[in-house]
């Protein structure tokens, strides 16, 4: 069995799909007060660890110790000192209703769940309550914010700054340990230093410490940590490394912990095909852009030193790290990854701000220390990612395992401030094109003045046109090739105070046009070329880049509506079936 009751003490047994074992008490940390209910209880869940149930940690297994302990002192407190089977429906509702956390409620309704299929203990009330909905069900967590762009920055900045500052230490520290010579000068010299690390690695001098750094900083001119960090990376400089390999790649944070050096394929000399294994899917793989992949190159050799005088256990571990002081089981080697509290810690000695009081380093924009989440990291990452070029399928890199609805909604609908204006300005504009679509073209089928202010008074005001400027664009001042423009420094397709760049197209849209009986003869050249268009693309093609646009012209043209028949058929006698008096550049030119 997986997962099997102790009595003495009363706890659990557990074997994870890791090959890692527990033993562990219930009453460790604060005495049962009914032995006999959580016995039953410990019983339910060992049918709940792997592989019959999703327990598969030893953190997993103390959240269910949690909440065995939390429902055995609100129990006793209230007087219940029976078994499982004299539990009643008031009184476990009772417990839920009064604010339970939702995944303890879950734990516990699932052990009593699973000791009733065992031994079919519970009343029916009873295992009805159990079998249906939480009372108190988990928060629902807010989509991840990417960090802005200047904490983002100075997060990069910090953690490059760190870890190329590191390794040009190491490789000054490496050259210096290769004279062959190095060990006869004095011990307090730093080449000596770097070559008794480089040839005996950390642990002689740590042995020699003996529990007191004093003789070791007389002997040597200075404490073991100048000593040793020089050539072995400190955790600090391995922070740093995971996070800018992060932010570099995006993979999710316990995928970055559990990588080995087995994981790097090479593909090529520049080049990496990372694989890894997020905690609760199957393997994935990602292939590493140039940046990222001169990081690990960097960190390899960076941790070259350190790797080989690793135990044989840990030196295929890509973050393994030497720790001077050891856990308290006394082991210094480990690959495991920092605390929590490591890295608030690193952040903290990070603050720094310039003369105006301006954040430096790992200061937040509300100046700060910079609260630093991975899964942050990983959002930011693919939101410039989308932001910068379009890569695929983001799905291919994101969790198989998870729906699209949870993905979105925790690293894909959250944007930079940036982003979000770019994307309301494509919107605006995009809103603004099917308005102008739908309004009706501006034709005078005589040109008169009178006329456009009586059938277009609105876009006489919209305009702004005075007496001089109506004159210009009924008399031809104001013409492009298919229209009069009523301003074509207005910057509506191009930078404003600038001439127009749109194609002769465009115009048929745009709101600025105005269009006359002396326009016909280059309207007809524009449905030529629209014909022509249509017999050498296929409607797939035409439609998106000239269909709304030979829709309008069509509108313009249709006879009897703005102008005559028989203006029509001679704008179109002398207009030829050729490309050759339109204003077209070579690649828009049709055969």
């Not at 007087?79 to 409620?105: C, D, H, I, K, N």
Request: net charge neutral.
């Amino acid at each position: 069995m997986p997962a099997t009751v102790t009595l003495e003490p009363l706890g659990l047994h557990c074997i994870f799909s890791d090959g890692s074992e527990i033993h562990r008490p219930i009453g460790a940390r604060k005495a049962i007060r009914n032995p006999l209910l959580v016995r039953t209880l410990l019983e339910g869940a060992t049918d709940l660890v792997h592989p019959h149930g999703r327990v598969n940690s030893a953190d997993s297994v103390s959240m269910h110790f949690t909440a065995i302990r939390q429902l055995d002192t609100w129990l006793a407190d209230a007087g219940f000192t029976g078994s499982a089977s004299a539990l009643t429906r008031s009184a476990l509702a009772q417990y839920w209703m009064s604010g339970v956390r939702g995944s303890l409620e879950s734990a516990q309704k699932a052990m009593l769940r699973c000791a009733d299929d065992q031994q079919h203990l519970l009343a029916p009330d009873v295992r009805a309550l159990v079998d249906g909905r939480l009372f108190n069900t988990n928060k629902r967590h807010d989509p991840h914010q990417p960090y802005t762009e200047t904490e983002w920055a100075r997060l990069i900045r910090t953690c490059r700054d760190e870890v190329d500052s590191a390794y040009r230490a190491f490789r000054s520290a490496r050259d210096q340990a290769a004279a062959p010579n190095g060990h006869r000068e004095s011990l307090r010299t730093r080449p000596v230093h770097h070559w008794l690390v480089l040839h005996h690695g950390p642990e002689p001098l740590v042995k020699e410490i003996g529990g007191d750094q004093w003789p070791f900083r007389a002997r040597y001119g200075m404490g073991l940590r100048a000593v040793l960090d020089p050539l072995i990376p400190p955790l600090d400089v391995i922070i740093a490394y995971r996070l800018l390999f992060g932010a570099y790649t995006g993979v999710v944070p316990d995928g970055i912990a559990d990588l080995g050096v087995g994981d790097l394929d090479w593909a090529g000399d520049a080049e990496i095909l990372l694989s890894y294994v997020k905690g609760r899917t199957a393997a994935e793989s990602l292939t590493l852009s140039r940046q990222a992949t001169r990081l690990l190159e960097q960190w390899l050799d960076h941790s070259s030193v350190a790797r080989g005088f690793a135990p044989d256990g840990l030196r295929d571990e890509l973050w393994v790290r030497f720790t001077p002081g050891g856990t308290r089981k006394g082991e210094r080697w480990m690959s495991t990854s920092p605390t929590q509290l490591s890295i608030s810690e690193w952040i903290k000695r990070r603050q720094a701000t310039d003369e105006q009081g301006l954040p430096l380093q790992m200061t937040g924009d509300d100046g700060k220390p910079l609260r630093l989440h991975l899964h942050r990291i990983r959002t930011t990452h693919h939101a410039l990612r989308d932001r910068s070029h379009w890569r695929g399928s983001r799905r291919a890199t994101l969790d198989p395992n998870r729906s699209p609805a949870v993905e979105g909604d925790h690293y894909l609908t959250n944007t930079t401030p940036a982003q979000t204006v770019e994307v309301e300005d494509i919107i605006a504009q995009a809103q603004g094109d099917l308005v102008r679509r739908a309004q009706p073209p501006v034709v005078l089928a005589t040109g008169e003045v009178t006329e456009l202010v009586r059938d277009y008074p609105q876009h006489v005001a919209r305009l702004g046109l005075d007496d001089t400027a109506l004159a210009q664009l009924l008399s031809g001042e104001r013409d492009v090739f298919t229209a009069a423009c009523g301003d074509q420094l207005s910057g509506l397709h191009g930078p404003k105070g600038q001439p127009c760049p749109a194609r002769p197209w465009v115009c048929l849209l745009c709101p600025l046009a105005l269009f006359t009986p002396r326009h016909l003869p280059n309207l007809m050249r524009l449905r030529g070329f629209f014909s022509r268009q249509w017999q050498q693309m296929t409607t797939n093609e035409f439609m998106p880049v000239f269909g709304p646009y030979a829709h309008r012209l069509d509108v313009i043209l249709a006879p009897g509506i703005h102008f005559t028949e028989r203006a029509l058929q001679a704008a179109a006698a002398e207009t030829p079936d050729t490309d050759d008096e339109l204003p077209l550049r070579p690649e828009e030119r049709t055969a």
